[in-house]
């Protein structure tokens, strides 16, 4: 479909989305097509009952409530793009309102459980160098997995100690503590020569190859770790940015710094991190407190 082409054009180009968020709404607006299709319908031939019936059917089919809302930004956002270029007049989905999806707080490890991590990694090979400078470097400046895959050897500046990190058309430059630092210097100085395929290669960070590490790479060294470490949490790729955040907001930092260094457009993205320590403070005091007890 041309017009799915284009919108992808436009989510990327202008608005600077990632590509999670294409994918996730190009695969929301695709679906419901599918939806509509079924029922003889079409995209351009909708009103608000049926964008309205669609979300219940979505519902009585599993879907979480967060899912049906994720949906529903995903089709306002495909139908203001076609009134911008005029092949619709008004947004069907502009007048409705998402079920109030229960709100999950993230997974956070406690400082223990991020020293037990970084501690997994041996610095004895290749490898275990690699591995100790990226998870350091995770929770030392707290940016995303895409982030941290997609940096450059220019990006780096250890003698100033800080990288430079590059996302959604933004930069911004962020500290590191010195023993991230000691780190990247271990590994970049000492071995990524070593095991670079090509001498032109950019990337920090390199595969068994040679070449620039993946998504799902990371992913599987992560969850290696974390078995070894014996954290029974779920974590994922999101958990060491999750308590970069939390950690830095428990010890005085102030919310603007840390949306800066998260590289939150919206701050309201990082309050999120104000609720996930009130209530672990609620928790402790629960369990601790002898008074609290029932």
């Not at 409530?65 to 203001?80: D, E, G, M, P």
């Not at 619709?88 to 007048?95: E, F, H, L, T």
């Not at 100085?189 to 095991?195: A, F, G, N, P, T």
């Not at 990371?218 to 954290?231: D, N, P, S, V």
Request: net charge negative; charged share 25%; hydrophobic share 40%.
């Amino acid at each position: 479909m041309d017009e799915l082409a284009q919108y992808e054009a436009y989510l990327t180009e202008k608005r600077h989305a990632s590509p999670n968020t294409v994918a996730s709404y190009l695969r929301d607006v695709s679906q419901f097509a599918v939806y509509l299709k079924d029922r003889s319908g079409s995209l351009w031939d909708v009103g608000d009952e049926t964008v309205q019936a669609y979300m219940d059917w979505m519902l009585s089919q599993g879907k979480s409530a967060a899912s049906v809302t994720r949906f529903l930004a995903s089709i306002k956002s495909f139908y203001n793009y076609m009134i911008t270029i005029g092949e619709m007049y008004a947004n069907p989905a502009a007048g409705i309102v998402a079920a109030k999806a229960e709100r999950k707080y993230p997974e956070i490890l406690t400082s223990k459980e991020v020293e037990l991590l970084l501690e997994q990694p041996q610095c004895i090979d290749a490898k275990g160098f690699r591995d100790h400078a990226m998870l350091e470097l995770l929770y030392a400046t707290g940016i995303r997995v895409s982030e941290l895959i997609s940096l450059d050897m220019e990006d780096l500046n250890l003698a100033a100690g800080f990288i430079r990190c590059r996302s959604k058309g933004k930069e911004r430059v962020i500290p590191l503590y010195p023993a991230a630092v000691k780190a990247l210097e271990d590994y970049v100085q000492d071995i990524r020569l070593q095991v670079v395929a090509d001498s032109g290669e950019p990337a920090v960070f390199l595969n068994r190859n040679g070449e620039r590490m993946s998504r799902q790479g990371f992913w599987k060294i992560l969850k290696h770790y974390q078995e070894m470490a014996g954290i029974e949490k779920e974590i994922t790729p999101h958990t060491l940015r999750h308590s970069f955040a939390a950690h830095l907001l428990e010890n005085g930092a102030d919310l603007r710094s840390i949306q800066e260094m998260l590289g939150h457009a919206d701050i309201s993205s990082t309050q999120i991190y104000t609720q996930v320590v009130k209530k672990q403070l609620k928790e402790v005091y629960q369990k601790a407190h002898p008074r609290a007890q029932p």
